[in-house]
């Protein structure tokens, strides 16, 4: 199954995050847009991996603080919009943990560097760039998420396999 840990948003965030979702729809850019259901940050992307008790178990080891998040600046990876989170250390430094557990249980992750993001809207089109409004949205985190991801019915459907909470 194909896996990812990410944390899962409040309704507050999730509400801004569709606000500027809505605002880009708006101004014509059209596309892929993340159902609400599915918005999230991920933490580390594992793929296709078949043995989610061993990552349930790294989980179990991980030992984080609650996790300020104020969502803060926006920008594209190609056509690709995301809107992106200000600086944490509480975040960089619960990634890095997290990291640390997987590698010591030898589970296999995407390495690539962390750069917070959460997408918004994929295959974007539109006739003219266009400059994403981040809504003023803040939570703490309390919970980090093992996910799996499917196909089902032709929609990308996220399943919440199992979550640890902050100390
Ligand atoms: P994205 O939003 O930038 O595509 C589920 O696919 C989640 O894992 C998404 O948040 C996705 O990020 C993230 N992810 C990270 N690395 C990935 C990869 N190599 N392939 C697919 N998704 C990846």
């Known amino acids: 199954m194909r ?3 990410a944390i899962p948003f409040s309704d507050d965030v999730k509400s801004a995050l569709l606000d500027s979702m809505e605002d880009l729809k708006a101004k014509h850019v059209f596309g892929n847009y993340t159902r609400e259901e599915n918005l999230h940050l991920t933490l580390a992307f594992l793929g296709e991996f078949d043995d989610p008790s061993a990552v349930i178990a790294a989980m ?5 603080p609650p996790i300020p998040l104020t969502l803060h600046g926006a920008g594209r990876f190609g056509d690709l919009y995301w809107v992106g989170l200000a600086h944490s250390n509480a975040l960089l430094e619960t990634v890095r943990t ?6 010591a249980r030898g589970i296999r992750y995407d390495h690539k560097k962390f750069k917070p993001h959460i997408t918004v809207l994929r295959r974007a089109v ?8 981040v ?3 803040s ?3 309390d919970r980090i998420c093992l996910m799996s991801s499917s196909v089902v019915g032709g929609k990308r459907t996220y ?5 640890v909470h902050a100390w």
């Not at 179990?60 to 984080?64: E, H, N, Q, R």
């Not at 539109?126 to 409004?133: G, L, T």
């Open 3 to 5: 896996l990812f840990i």
């Open 60 to 64: 179990k080891d991980l030992s984080f």
């Open 139 to 141: 939570m703490t985190a």
């Open 98 to 103: 997290l990291r640390r557990t997987l590698d």
């Open 126 to 133: 539109s006739a003219e760039p266009v400059r994403i409004k």
């Open 135 to 137: 809504m003023p949205a």
């Open 159 to 163: 399943t919440e396999l199992f979550s």
